[in-house]
């Protein structure tokens, strides 16, 4: 309608430009109004006697052809119109006047008309003054029923818009979008559509046009519906002249099912009546999954949020992934499995629209049973297998489970780690066929790694879980007590041998308040300690603890700050051992150490008083004593020297007897003081040059026994590091000795010297004397005892005793080896 | 040549008999004064002092295990008796004792001898001290006047 209220017919070509990527980029529209021709074309029918009239009003030229095929009369409204003189066809004959093949089209068509009496339309084009003219001529019958009249309009312009549309329609040809020109039936017939509708629906425009296929049938039918509502409530609205369907979905003629846009203009006649629809209709199957793609990827990962941050099991949060896979993937049945290593079974952790009689059921990967599940087959073939329709595929139809579970479409994923172990396995399905696709790869791959993902960490944990377990064992069976207790001093773990200790079961004691079974007098101390532990100091201690019969046990507690995960002190952890029994063993010990110490200074003290008996028997030894030897001594000589003549020989020999008794008897009174002195005499080791000291010895016993002959051999500058006074003992002794023993033998020889052997120093006195028995090498060394009778060798038995004591006083060793007859040869050393 | 004063502390009779038979077989000339012990020994000594410094023995013997008086109280007396310190004293003991030797010659005494048991050695040692202490030794007996010595 015009703004006046005037209503026009116009013609609209609207065609829809999309670039390479099916973008679209802008509408050619061409529109005529149609109003005027119409009307002149409906007038020149109903009556000739208006068409003079008529003909001064319309635009186009009007030719008269005689029953003679000759032009007759022309209207024109612009001689120029005609681009040539009237003179030029006026009376002449359709042939002469136009080229052929034109002439003869025009000629058949007149006779055509003359015969038949009904109008044709013909459209033809001239070469016009160098330019193409396109011309649409209506050729009716004259009223007087001979006469053949045509209406021509130059349609050039028309013609030309035309070929740029289908200039345009080839582009749209070549691209993805197909143009429709539908009929406002009932059932979309098609009038026009561009060649490349086969690419996208299957059928060929030829399909189309000729009616074979029409265009409502190859809407889903799901869509349809919508469609259908969408196009009338568009239409109603008469001023309306497109709209664009939200995307629908068609079935191809291979039975795919495509998701397409569709713009469409509505076309109306002069009355308003909606004779066709126009529009374009674009592939958008890829778009669209891509979309479903992103919706579904976004299900997933909003579902495995879900799961994490809700579910603290394990079990829960398989459940919720799971089920966010199966929704997000629009199917209805599916399982996670986690691969048990050591039974070699999937075991399902997860299942989502799985009957109870097979749910929980392990897919064992060997035996026979192993062959009626699909997941065991997919984990021992490692592929991921697709199955859009399983009726597709015969072989598998030996799985009895997939029977059981009238599963049409599926999809098994074997899930394996970076070590390509198999860690568990992903399957998913539905009763209807193609509910899975190959076109889904991208997804599968992407849960595929997400699940694997998953079921490490849930492998992980389990072997933490178990890690913990066996910590938790060992904690239990550890033969040392442990305590988990927290801030509040609540017991939060408890072991065995802390339950032996105290006599609680474990039941009692966690939860309960630690500080009940702690000895009143070391409350104290456990607070002291619990502030120690909140600084995150660790330390040792001893506790009394009282036990459920109410005896003391006195503990050692080695405790350090528990922490958790984020390092904040949550408790102690403390190892807790029974000293009682050692603790009283110990003052057991003390005690008994106490007593031993008195009972050894007692002893110290008697054996203090021991020596200083000693001491005391030693003066009295060398003084009472000697006194009335001296007296015997001194009277016997007195009664040789005053009553010698009234004594015979036997007399005075008995008195000259007990003068050497006497004698005999102050040396060993000598010796026996020199003993016992030695032991109580204090050390002063000097370096001591023994070599001299030795020669000094052997000048005194030369000066002693003048005319004995010894030969003495004593090796140069022997230095040794000893008390001088005692080893001059040692010396004069072990030398007296030599000299003594060689007194009967001939070429009587005396060697001192010294060996050297690894650092030891050793020190020898050898004679070639009367030797003694091997068997009487202990005897040697101990007071009192003489190897030979004291007529044979003067001496008391006590010398070589006290030498034994002087060496043993500097550390050292003596020894001795002889033979009877072949001498003898003392070794010492000295430290 | 003056004769020698010896005094002898000694309670033994047996050991006062064995004395003199040994001086009589040292033959010096010695007067020996017997003093039974400490006691006796310093009422001697005092008496002896006051009737002039020449009176004093040259020597005083004495033996170490004395009644009455312990021979260490008696060598502290006369250690402090400004007229009696100066006069030798020979120790002649059976005894080797470490301590009966450093402290006779802690309080002042001036030689230490073993008695021996043999009566020839005996004999052997008055001779050597008769010898020393009465012919060598130069006392204060012989009329030096000394000033008085802390």
């Known amino acids: 309608m015009t703004r006046t209220g005037e209503k026009r017919v116009i013609t609209w070509n609207t065609i829809i430009l999309r670039d390479a990527k099916n973008k679209f980029i802008g509408v050619i529209s061409s529109g005529e109004d149609v109003t005027k021709r119409k009307r002149a074309e409906d007038e020149l029918v109903a009556s000739e006697l208006r068409v003079r009239t008529l003909l001064q009003s319309i635009q186009d030229m009007v030719f008269v052809i005689d029953e003679t095929n000759h032009f007759s009369d022309y209207y024109v409204q612009k001689e120029d119109d005609l681009y040539t003189p009237p003179s030029r066809f006026i009376g002449k004959g359709i042939p002469d006047a136009l080229p052929e ?47 053949v009249v045509a209406v021509v309009r130059d349609i050039t312009d028309q013609k030309k818009a035309l070929e740029e549309l289908e200039e345009a329609y080839k582009i749209i040809t070549v691209s993805s979008v197909v143009a429709f020109l539908w009929k406002n039936d009932d059932k979309w017939s098609v009038e026009f559509v561009t060649e490349n509708v086969h690419d996208l629906f299957g059928y060929s425009a030829d399909e189309w046009i000729s009616g074979t296929i029409r265009y409502a049938s190859v809407i889903h039918p799901d869509d349809l519906p919508r469609v259908i509502s969408e196009v009338s409530g568009f239409s109603e609205d ?95 049945i599916g399982t996670l499995r986690l691969y048990d290593r050591k039974k070699s079974v999937l075991r399902p952790t997860a299942s989502v629209g799985i009957m109870n009689d097979l749910k929980d059921k392990d897919a064992p990967l060997k035996g026979p049973d192993s062959e009626s599940y699909f997941v065991s087959y997919a984990a021992k073939v490692r592929k991921r297998i697709i199955v859009p329709n399983i009726d597709e595929h015969p072989e598998y139809h030996s799985f009895k489970n997939l029977a059981k579970m009238n599963l049409k479409s599926f999809i098994v994923i074997p899930l394996f ?15 209807e066929p193609y509910k899975v696709s190959f076109d889904d790869y991208e997804f599968y791959e992407a849960i595929e790694e997400l699940l694997v993902t998953l079921l490490e960490r849930e492998q992980t944990k389990q072997a933490y879980r178990m890690s913990l377990r066996r910590y938790r064992e060992l904690l239990t069976n550890l033969s040392e007590g442990i305590t988990i207790v927290d801030l509040d001093k609540k017991y939060v773990f408890v072991n ?160 000259r007897r007990i003068r050497v008794g006497v004698t005999n008897m102050s040396r060993l009174i000598e010796d026996i003081l020199g003993f016992s002195r030695v032991t109580r005499i204090d050390m002063d080791r000097v370096d001591v040059n023994l070599s001299r000291l030795a020669g000094e010895v052997v000048s005194e016993l030369r000066e002693l026994d003048p005319q004995r002959t010894v030969n003495v051999d004593i090796q140069p500058d022997i230095i040794a590091r000893c008390d001088k006074r005692l080893i001059r003992i040692v010396l004069h002794n072990l030398f007296e000795n030599a000299w003594k023993f060689t007194s009967q033998t001939d070429d009587p020889q005396i060697r001192f010297g010294m060996k050297e052997q690894d650092e030891t120093r050793t020190f020898y006195i050898q004679d070639n004397g009367i030797g003694f028995d091997k068997r009487d090498t202990e005897r040697l060394f101990k007071p009192f005892h003489r190897l030979h009778r004291s007529d044979e060798f003067e001496g008391s038995g006590i010398g070589l005793a006290t030498v034994t004591r002087i060496i043993s006083k500097h550390g050292g060793e003596i020894w001795a080896e002889g033979k009877v007859g072949k001498g003898a040869t003392f070794f010492f050393t000295l430290s | 040549m003056s004769t020698g004063k010896i005094l002898l502390v000694e309670d033994d009779q047996n050991d006062i008999m064995l004395m003199e038979r040994a001086l009589e077989k040292v033959d010096l000339p010695l007067e020996l004064i017997i003093a039974r012990d400490g006691k006796e020994a310093l009422e001697y000594l005092r008496n002896e002092s006051n009737d002039g410094q020449e009176k004093l023995p040259s020597i005083i013997i004495l033996d170490l295990n004395m009644p009455r008086m312990s021979w260490l109280e008696f060598l502290k007396i006369l250690n402090q008796d400004s007229k009696l310190r100066r006069i030798p004293i020979v120790i002649l003991s059976s005894s080797i004792e ?53």
Request: charged share 30%; net charge negative; aromatic share 6%.
């Open chain 1, 417 to 431: 780690n970076a070590k390509k172990e198999l860690v568990g396995t992903f399957a998913a399905g539905s009763t």
């Open chain 1, 101 to 147: 093949p034109l002439a003869s089209e025009l000629v058949k068509i007149v006779e055509d008309v003359r015969r038949t009496g009904e109008s044709v339309t013909h459209d033809y084009d001239l070469v016009i003054a160098g330019g193409r003219k396109w011309f649409s001529a209506i050729l009716s019958l004259h009223a007087d029923g001979k006469s």
């Open chain 1, 496 to 655: 065995k041998a802390f339950c032996n200790i105290i006599g609680y079961s474990e039941e009692e004691l966690v939860g309960t308040d630690s500080r009940v079974n702690v000895h009143p007098d070391d409350l104290e101390l456990i607070s002291q300690e619990t502030e120690a532990r909140k600084m995150g100091m660790p330390s040792t201690y001893r506790l009394r603890l009282i036990t459920k019969k109410g005896d003391v046990r006195i503990t050692r507690v080695s405790a350090i700050p528990s922490r958790d995960d984020f390092g904040e002190i949550e408790g102690t952890v403390a190892l807790v051992s029974d000293i009682t029994d050692r603790v009283r063993a110990e003052e057991e010990v003390k005690t008994l150490n106490i007593e031993l110490a008195k009972r050894v200074e007692d002893r110290t003290a008697e054996l203090q008083a021991a020596v200083s008996e000693l001491e005391a028997f030693a003066y009295t030894v060398s003084h009472d004593l000697r006194a009335p030897l001296r007296v015997i001594d001194g009277f016997s000589q007195a009664i040789l020297e005053d009553y010698s003549e009234t004594l015979d020989d036997v007399g005075r020999d008995f008195l």
């Open chain 2, 98 to 150: 470490t301590r009966d030797i450093c402290e006779s010659y802690d309080l002042g005494a001036n030689s230490y001898i073993q008695k021996p048991v043999e009566f020839e050695k005996f004999v052997d040692v008055l001779r050597m001290l008769g010898l020393y202490w009465i012919t060598l030794n130069i006392s204060t007996e012989r009329g030096i006047t000394c000033d008085r010595q802390s």
């Open chain 1, 238 to 332: 008469a001023l309306c002249e497109s709209f664009i369907h939200e995307p629908y979905r068609i079935i191809t003629k291979n039975n795919e099912i495509r998701w397409v846009s569709d713009s469409t203009v509505i076309r109306r006649d002069t009355r308003g009546n909606i004779t066709h629809y126009q529009g374009v209709v674009t592939d958008i199957t890829d778009e669209r999954h891509a979309l479903q793609k992103v919706q579904r990827e976004r299900t997933v990962f909003k579902s495995i949020a879900k799961a994490a941050i809700h579910s603290e099991d394990a079990t829960e949060m398989a459940n919720l992934i799971l089920n966010g896979f199966i929704g997000a993937m629009g199917l209805e």
